[in-house]
C-alpha cells in the first residue's frame, strides 16, 4: 500500500485550483437515473469514491463516457446515459464500500417504481442510520420494507403521491435523497428543517436544470412540485469547499500565502471564520480566495453544526492547524460522536490534546515532530498531512487510500505550492 512522505517545514505558497466538489457530485451522479436522456457532468474531480459510484451506476444498467481529459488535467467530463435500467438492486459489496450508494434509493424509486438498496451499517465515524431517509420518502408515500439486510421502497402504481415531512435533525444525506425521490411525484413534497449545505444548492440547481420545480433552494423549507418526468442536462460541479479548506489550513500551519482558485467564501463563511479568529488573513478575490498566515496563531473556540455552521468534514484538519497557535482551543464535535480518531495520532506528533467525549482541548505547542501515523477516515488522514507539512523531520502518513476517496492529487496540488512531498509504493 502506498504511503506519503513529508518532510516538514517548508512554507507554502502559489496559487491552487481547488477541484470539483465530492460531496455535491456524489448527489449528482445519481440524478441521472431520474432520466433517460443523458446527463453530462463537467469538472467531476478524479478520485476512488467518483469511480466507485460510476461503478454501482453501470450496475444498473447505466452508461458512461468520460471525455476530453488528459492525465495532467484535474477534473473530468462525465456523460451518463440511463436509457434503460436492467437492476434495481444496490448489492451489500458495493454500499458497504461507499456510504453514498444509499443516494440511488430516492431516484430509483422515483423513475422505477421500486429500489432495494443494502443497509450501509456502521462506519468509522460512527454509527450513522438512515432512518430520516426512509420516514421522508415514507411521507411522499413510499411503502418500506426491511428484510435480509435490504431496504425495500416501492411506490403506487401512479408515482409517489407527495406528502410533507419535518427532519427532526438536520441531514445531508436524507434531504438528498427526498428531493431525488420527489421531483417525479405525482403531487407536491414538503421537506421542513431540510439540510441547506451548498452541495445541496448544487442538487437542486441540477434538478431544476432537468425539468425539476423545486423552490426554496438554500433555505430549510423545500417545495418540490413534482413533474411528469426530466430531461437531460449539462451541469459543471460546485468547487469543493472542504478541499479548499483542507489547504487553507494546510497553508497557514507553514506561514504561507495562496490563492485558492474556484474557492467561494459564501459556501465555506464558518470555516472562513474560524480562520480569521486564529489570525489567518482570508480575503475572496476574482479568481477565488487569498490565504495569507504569518506564523502566529491564536486558539479558537467552535462546535460543528449543520451549514451554515462549522463543517465537521473541517473539524480534523482546523484542529491540526490549531495544534500550533498559542493557547487552548475548544473543539466541540456536534454531528458524529466518534469524530476524533486523529487526536491519539496528532498527539503522537507532539500535540497535546485532550478529549472528553464530544468536547476536545488543544493545547498550543510550539513545535511538533514528524512520526509515522495513520488515520481512518478521509479528514482524519487529511490532518495529518496538514500538522506533517510543520512537523520538524519526517512523517509518514499511511492508509493513503483514505485521501484518494476525497482529495484529487493531493501530493503533486502542494508540491506545486512548495511543499516537499511524496507518494512512495509498498507499506
Ligand atoms: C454528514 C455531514 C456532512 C458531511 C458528511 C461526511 C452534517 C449535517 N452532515 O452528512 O456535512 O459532509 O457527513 O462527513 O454536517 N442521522 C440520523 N438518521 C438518518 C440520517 C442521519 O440519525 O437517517 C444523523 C446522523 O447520525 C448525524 C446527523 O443526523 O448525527 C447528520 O447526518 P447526515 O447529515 O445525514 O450525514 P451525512 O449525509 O453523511
Redesign the pocket.
Given at each position: 500500500m502506498d504511503r506519503i512522505i513529508i518532510r516538514g517545514g517548508r512554507r507554502l505558497a502559489g496559487r491552487l485550483t481547488i477541484s470539483g466538489a465530492k460531496?455535491a457530485a456524489l448527489a449528482l451522479l445519481p440524478c441521472t437515473l431520474l432520466t433517460d436522456e443523458p446527463l453530462t457532468l463537467r469538472n467531476l474531480p478524479r478520485l476512488a469514491d467518483i469511480d466507485s459510484f460510476q461503478h454501482l451506476l453501470n450496475q444498473f444498467g447505466v452508461t458512461t463516457t468520460i471525455a476530453g481529459s488528459r492525465p495532467e488535467d484535474f477534473g473530468r467530463v462525465m456523460t451518463l446515459s440511463a436509457t434503460r435500467i436492467t437492476s434495481t438492486v444496490a448489492p451489500y459489496e458495493l454500499v458497504r464500500k461507499m456510504?453514498a450508494s444509499i443516494l440511488v434509493l430516492g431516484p430509483m424509486l422515483a423513475r422505477m417504481g421500486e429500489a432495494r438498496v443494502s443497509l450501509p451499517g456502521g462506519c468509522a465515524i460512527g454509527n450513522?442510520?438512515?432512518?430520516?431517509?426512509l420516514k421522508a420518502l415514507e411521507a411522499f408515500g413510499a411503502t418500506i420494507e426491511m428484510a435480509e439486510g435490504y431496504v425495500r421502497a416501492i411506490a403506487p402504481d401512479a408515482g409517489l403521491p407527495g406528502g410533507r415531512y419535518t427532519f427532526p435533525?438536520?441531514?445531508?444525506?436524507?434531504t438528498e435523497n427526498a428531493l431525488m425521490a420527489g421531483v417525479l411525484a405525482a403531487g407536491t413534497c414538503h421537506l421542513h428543517n431540510a439540510?441547506r449545505?451548498p452541495e445541496i444548492v448544487d442538487l437542486c440547481n441540477l434538478l431544476n436544470a432537468m425539468g425539476a420545480a423545486i423552490e426554496g433552494i438554500g433555505t430549510s423549507d423545500l417545495t418540490i412540485h413534482g413533474v411528469p418526468r426530466l430531461h437531460g442536462a449539462t451541469y459543471r460541479v460546485m468547487a469543493d469547499r472542504i478541499e479548499a479548506g483542507s489547504y487553507a489550513c494546510a497553508a497557514a500551519i507553514t506561514g504561507g500565502e495562496v490563492l485558492l482558485c474556484g474557492a467561494r467564501e459564501d459556501d465555506m463563511a464558518a470555516s472562513v471564520q474560524a480562520l480569521r479568529d486564529a489570525g489567518v488573513h482570508c480575503e475572496q478575490q476574482g479568481e477565488g480566495l487569498h490565504v495569507a498566515a504569518d506564523g502566529a496563531l491564536r486558539p479558537v473556540t467552535i462546535a460543528t453544526a449543520?451549514f451554515p455552521g462549522f463543517?465537521?468534514?473541517m473539524q480534523a484538519q482546523l484542529m491540526a492547524l490549531l495544534c500550533r497557535a498559542e493557547g487552548a482551543s475548544v473543539l466541540t464535535e456536534s454531528?458524529?460522536e466518534n469524530r476524533y480518531m486523529h487526536v491519539p495520532e496528532l498527539n503522537r506528533m507532539g500535540a497535546h490534546i485532550e478529549t472528553k467525549g464530544r468536547v476536545a482541548i488543544v493545547h498550543g505547542v510550539q513545535q511538533m515532530t514528524g512520526a509515522d501515523v495513520m488515520a481512518t477516515d478521509l479528514r482524519a488522514s487529511m490532518s495529518l498531512i496538514v500538522a506533517g507539512l510543520a512537523a520538524a523531520g519526517e512523517t509518514r502518513v499511511h492508509r493513503v487510500y483514505h485521501l484518494d476517496r476525497g482529495y484529487e492529487r493531493l501530493e503533486e496540488k502542494l508540491a506545486l505550492i512548495g511543499a516537499d512531498i511524496e507518494r512512495v509504493g509498498g507499506d
Amino acid at each position: 500500500m502506498d504511503r506519503i512522505i513529508i518532510r516538514g517545514g517548508r512554507r507554502l505558497a502559489g496559487r491552487l485550483t481547488i477541484s470539483g466538489a465530492k460531496n455535491a457530485a456524489l448527489a449528482l451522479l445519481p440524478c441521472t437515473l431520474l432520466t433517460d436522456e443523458p446527463l453530462t457532468l463537467r469538472n467531476l474531480p478524479r478520485l476512488a469514491d467518483i469511480d466507485s459510484f460510476q461503478h454501482l451506476l453501470n450496475q444498473f444498467g447505466v452508461t458512461t463516457t468520460i471525455a476530453g481529459s488528459r492525465p495532467e488535467d484535474f477534473g473530468r467530463v462525465m456523460t451518463l446515459s440511463a436509457t434503460r435500467i436492467t437492476s434495481t438492486v444496490a448489492p451489500y459489496e458495493l454500499v458497504r464500500k461507499m456510504r453514498a450508494s444509499i443516494l440511488v434509493l430516492g431516484p430509483m424509486l422515483a423513475r422505477m417504481g421500486e429500489a432495494r438498496v443494502s443497509l450501509p451499517g456502521g462506519c468509522a465515524i460512527g454509527n450513522r442510520p438512515i432512518d430520516l431517509h426512509l420516514k421522508a420518502l415514507e411521507a411522499f408515500g413510499a411503502t418500506i420494507e426491511m428484510a435480509e439486510g435490504y431496504v425495500r421502497a416501492i411506490a403506487p402504481d401512479a408515482g409517489l403521491p407527495g406528502g410533507r415531512y419535518t427532519f427532526p435533525v438536520v441531514s445531508v444525506g436524507a434531504t438528498e435523497n427526498a428531493l431525488m425521490a420527489g421531483v417525479l411525484a405525482a403531487g407536491t413534497c414538503h421537506l421542513h428543517n431540510a439540510a441547506r449545505e451548498p452541495e445541496i444548492v448544487d442538487l437542486c440547481n441540477l434538478l431544476n436544470a432537468m425539468g425539476a420545480a423545486i423552490e426554496g433552494i438554500g433555505t430549510s423549507d423545500l417545495t418540490i412540485h413534482g413533474v411528469p418526468r426530466l430531461h437531460g442536462a449539462t451541469y459543471r460541479v460546485m468547487a469543493d469547499r472542504i478541499e479548499a479548506g483542507s489547504y487553507a489550513c494546510a497553508a497557514a500551519i507553514t506561514g504561507g500565502e495562496v490563492l485558492l482558485c474556484g474557492a467561494r467564501e459564501d459556501d465555506m463563511a464558518a470555516s472562513v471564520q474560524a480562520l480569521r479568529d486564529a489570525g489567518v488573513h482570508c480575503e475572496q478575490q476574482g479568481e477565488g480566495l487569498h490565504v495569507a498566515a504569518d506564523g502566529a496563531l491564536r486558539p479558537v473556540t467552535i462546535a460543528t453544526a449543520p451549514f451554515p455552521g462549522f463543517a465537521t468534514d473541517m473539524q480534523a484538519q482546523l484542529m491540526a492547524l490549531l495544534c500550533r497557535a498559542e493557547g487552548a482551543s475548544v473543539l466541540t464535535e456536534s454531528i458524529f460522536e466518534n469524530r476524533y480518531m486523529h487526536v491519539p495520532e496528532l498527539n503522537r506528533m507532539g500535540a497535546h490534546i485532550e478529549t472528553k467525549g464530544r468536547v476536545a482541548i488543544v493545547h498550543g505547542v510550539q513545535q511538533m515532530t514528524g512520526a509515522d501515523v495513520m488515520a481512518t477516515d478521509l479528514r482524519a488522514s487529511m490532518s495529518l498531512i496538514v500538522a506533517g507539512l510543520a512537523a520538524a523531520g519526517e512523517t509518514r502518513v499511511h492508509r493513503v487510500y483514505h485521501l484518494d476517496r476525497g482529495y484529487e492529487r493531493l501530493e503533486e496540488k502542494l508540491a506545486l505550492i512548495g511543499a516537499d512531498i511524496e507518494r512512495v509504493g509498498g507499506d
